[in-house]
Nanobody, 117 residues
Framework: QVHVVESGGGLVQPGGSLSLSCAAS????????GGWYRQAPGKPREWVAT???????NYVDSVRGRFTISRDVAKNTIHLQMNGLKPDDTAVYYC???????????WGQGTQVTVSS
């Protein structure tokens, strides 16, 4: 069974930093494309960042320059480094991955990020 597990969320003050991790396991192949999404209270789920198969990245405008998505190939893990956090970044953050042997997309359970003074 494939498992995708996010971790690293918590409570942080505005201007602070958090590092999220998305650990993928149970697949016969490695992560091909990994992405982060978030859902704030009362809002639809929003795309945040993607780490593509060729290693290129893209970000939603509101986080570009503050967030960095990366991968640890050996650990089959997608990371999201978040700096300069703002109250509007408060949301449940979800990881989505697919693998080299399938285009099926898997979601993690989410991790809460709260930015508040």
């Amino acid at each position: 069974q494939v498992h995708v597990v996010e971790s690293g969320g918590g409570l942080v003050q505005p201007g602070g930093s958090l590092s999220l991790s998305c650990a993928a396991s149970g697949s016969d192949s490695a992560v091909r494309v990994g992405g982060w999404y978030r859902q704030a209270p009362g809002k639809p789920r929003e795309w945040v960042a993607t780490n593509f198969a060729d290693g290129s990245t893209n970000y939603v405008d509101s986080v570009r320059g503050r967030f960095t998505i990366s991968r640890d190939v050996a650990k089959n893990t997608i990371h999201l480094q978040m700096n300069g956090l703002k109250p509007d970044d408060t949301a449940v953050y979800y990881c989505k991955v697919n693998f080299w042997d399938s285009a099926y997309e898997y979601w993690g359970q989410g991790t809460q990020v709260t930015v508040s003074s």
